[in-house]
């Protein structure tokens, strides 16, 4: 079951407070390694996922994995971050012809943006990240945890 949704950052959330926020998800988010990042085009979702990663120690460039469908990020090879950007995807199935299945059985971290894509797919246990795009400046960004 579910928790419900709470809300990072205490309300409406501007660009210099994703850092804080970034920190905020990585406590709530603590033992889940599939988050699922739910929001609209442009909402911002790559942006939080770059702090957040950040966040995680990763250093280096962290971009949307659009065409690529997946970026791998880390210090190591022993402990990557998966960032997926399922947009492009048609169905599940081309999911499953690149490894997607894989990568969430690798015990690693999972950072999926546009899951729904791929809702047959995923696990019961995931952390949930809801951007809602606020206006120009600012977003609203909720979250939950799936156990």
Same mark, same amino acid.
């Given at each position: 079951? #579910?928790? /419900? ?12 407070? $994703?850092?804080? %926020?970034? $920190? ?9 390694? =599939? ?7 442009? *909402? ?8 957040? %990663? ?9 971009? *949307?994995?659009?065409?690529?469908? %997946? ?9 990557? =971050?998966? @960032? ?10 081309? /999911? ?5 299945? +894989?990568? $969430? ?17 995923? #696990?019961?246990? %995931?952390? +949930?990240?809801?951007?809602? @795009?606020?206006?120009? /400046?600012?977003? +609203?960004? &909720? &979250?939950?945890?799936?156990?």
């Amino acid at each position: 079951m #579910p928790e /419900a949704w709470k809300t990072a950052g205490g309300g409406p959330v501007t660009l210099d407070q $994703l850092p804080k %926020v970034a $920190l905020e998800l990585i406590k709530a988010g603590k033992g889940l390694v =599939i988050w699922l990042f739910y929001g609209e085009m442009g *909402s911002g979702k790559t942006t939080l996922i770059r702090h957040v %990663v950040n966040a995680m120690g990763v250093v280096g460039p962290v971009a *949307s994995p659009t065409f690529s469908m %997946v970026n791998v990020y880390g210090k190591s090879e022993a402990n990557p =971050i998966y @960032h997926f950007d399922l947009y492009r995807l048609k169905n599940e199935m081309e /999911a499953l012809d690149f490894g997607f299945d +894989e990568y $969430l059985t690798s015990g690693n971290r999972c950072l999926i943006e546009w899951p729904e894509k791929v809702n047959g797919l995923l #696990p019961a246990e %995931v952390f +949930e990240v809801k951007l809602l @795009h606020r206006d120009t /400046a600012s977003r +609203e960004i &909720y &979250y939950r945890r799936h156990e």
